[in-house]
């Protein structure tokens, strides 16, 4: 019995077979896919369009090479972005939003004299010039009485150094009421003055 060799259409394995199988069509042994046993020595056969379909196999595979390469590629060049690059929060549309603090509650300015407000002083003379006060003014912007209110007054000279004091007394003060008060001063060097402290009795 004598063999021949041939060729799978779908493969291209080597298949060996008896010479009078030839025209017969077989399952191939290497693909499985059925082929016609052709001998080398004569005219190949497409049956079915073999030599299309292996190159729509081939060309399949490559692009799906290409395609898994560039997936690859993407991965790799989205995990090494800088932080500049990655979506910020604003970005983020699932982020809750939060209240806005609220700003802290404004300190109150210093009331050292509870409720005893003082207006600028000055220096006015009477008569012929010989008395001289310490003239201004002390509102009770408190609520109640106030009682044996006593106004400390400092005098300066022309460089603004201390050289003396002068005092004014009331016995009571209204609510929301004005004192005009007025304090001797005797020391004649006397240039201005400044106010030096309010106090009330006990």
């Not at 369009?49 to 081939?58: E, P, V």
């Not at 993407?74 to 982020?95: A, C, D, H, Y």
Request: charged residues 20%.
């Amino acid at each position: 019995m004598s063999y021949s060799r041939g060729v799978c259409e779908h493969c291209g394995g080597h298949i060996e077979f008896p010479s009078e199988g030839a025209g017969q069509t077989i399952p191939c042994p290497h693909c499985q896919w059925k082929t016609v046993l052709t001998p080398i020595h004569a005219p190949s056969v497409e049956v079915g369009g073999g030599a299309a379909s292996r190159k729509c196999i081939f060309l399949a595979l490559g692009i799906a090479s290409i395609v898994a390469v560039a997936a690859g590629a993407g991965v790799f060049f989205w995990m090494k972005r800088t932080p500049s690059e990655l979506p910020t929060p604003q970005q983020n549309s699932n982020i809750v939003a939060t209240a806005p603090i609220a700003a802290p509650n404004p300190v109150p300015p210093p009331d050292p004299w509870h409720g005893l407000k003082a207006g600028p002083i000055s220096l006015e003379k009477e008569g012929d010039g010989r008395l001289v006060y310490a003239v201004g003014v002390v509102r009770n912007t408190s609520t109640r009485q106030r009682f044996g209110v006593k106004v400390d007054v400092d005098v300066l000279d022309k460089q603004g150094d201390k050289i003396g004091s002068a005092t004014d007394y009331t016995q009571v003060m209204e609510p929301g009421k004005d004192w005009k008060f007025k304090a001797m001063v005797t020391d004649r060097k006397a240039a201005k003055v400044k106010l030096a402290d309010i106090k009330e009795e006990d």
